[in-house]
């Protein structure tokens, strides 16, 4: 409520003084929000092509939602994320497709997106904490780079920054239960199954964090405060079951976000923002 407020605080039976409190109109941030989708699925997974589908359309005309995949499951799939486990552990997966919503619970006590689209649209108009600016190079068999981070606010609330390695273009079979020999509807890229030349985005190559997030000092969170914390990638590295692979810069792109470090699951906030950016590319707080 805007306005101004006489307020006094009582401590048993003796009262504070009378103070004045004026409550104004919130500026506009100075960052974007962005959220993040996390689209846990699968090459062998045939309804995994309707969330698939539903972002890319929704990102035509919204950029600001990111999404990563994460490969995973029992079939047969060469993306697959080294601890796809560890994530499916943490976020309570317990089917393909599910898409983690900006890494809080939603209203029905899950972390998955209900796959309406009008979700993706209000947090999409929320307030923005903090931004995010990313660099990177390549290095020979690396990609070293840099994530800062600033502050909107000053808070000494827990957060924690992800920096993770993506990438796009990875042509793949895709099984497709939205054709004809499977009788879901509406058919889905060209209702064949597989997919032959199936384009998968965003595939989660490695972190240089923790999975879930190194902590950002509390003293760095202040009011126009910036943190930065520098990252190496290597290209190569191995999905689960063990199998190399080596990740082509060009097509790769990094992912950062700051997340609520609280274990109380009632209380965590999730995502605070995201962004990113081409390997070899910067882009600054926006």
């Known amino acids: 409520m805007i306005g101004t407020f006489n307020i006094k605080a009582t401590k048993g ?3 504070s003084s009378v103070q004045l409190l004026n409550v104004v109109t919130k500026s506009a941030s100075p960052f974007t929000q962005k ?9 062998w997974c045939g309804y995994c092509p309707r969330v698939a589908y539903s972002l890319e359309t929704y990102k035509q005309t919204h950029p600001n939602c990111i999404s990563i995949a994460v490969h995973g499951g029992s079939g047969i799939d060469s993306m697959k994320y080294q601890y796809y486990p560890n994530f499916n ?11 983690i919503f900006n ?3 939603q209203s029905d006590g899950t972390y998955g997106w209900s796959e309406d689209q009008a979700d993706l649209d ?6 923005a904490p903090l931004g995010l600016a990313i660099n990177s190079t390549v290095s020979g068999t690396n990609i070293t780079g840099s994530v800062k981070v600033k502050f909107n606010v000053t808070t000494e609330k827990s957060m924690k920054l992800v920096i993770a390695l993506v990438e796009n273009g990875l042509v ?3 099984t497709n239960y939205y054709s004809p020999q499977y009788g879901a509807t509406p058919y889905l890229y060209g209702g064949v199954s597989p997919v032959p030349d199936f ?7 490695k972190t240089s964090t923790d999975l879930f997030g190194d902590a950002i000092p509390v003293t760095a969170q202040t009011k126009n405060g910036v943190y930065e914390l520098p990252f190496t990638i290597p290209v190569t590295g191995t999905v689960y079951g063990g199998v ?7 097509k790769c792109a990094i992912v950062a976000f700051v997340v609520d470090g609280s274990t109380g699951t009632t209380t965590n906030a999730g995502a605070y923002n995201v962004q990113y950016a081409a390997v070899g590319s910067s882009i600054g707080f926006d």
Do not use: M
């Open 13 to 15: 039976t003796s009262p």
């Open 35 to 43: 959220i993040l989708l996390e689209d846990v699925t699968g090459a």
């Open 89 to 99: 552990s943490k976020f309570a997966v317990n089917g393909y497709p599910t898409a």
């Open 103 to 105: 890494r809080k619970k």
């Open 122 to 127: 209000l947090a999409l108009t929320k307030w």
């Open 172 to 174: 793949y079979p895709q």
């Open 199 to 205: 384009v998968h985005n965003g595939v989660l190559r």
């Open 244 to 250: 190399s692979y080596t990740a082509v810069p060009t």
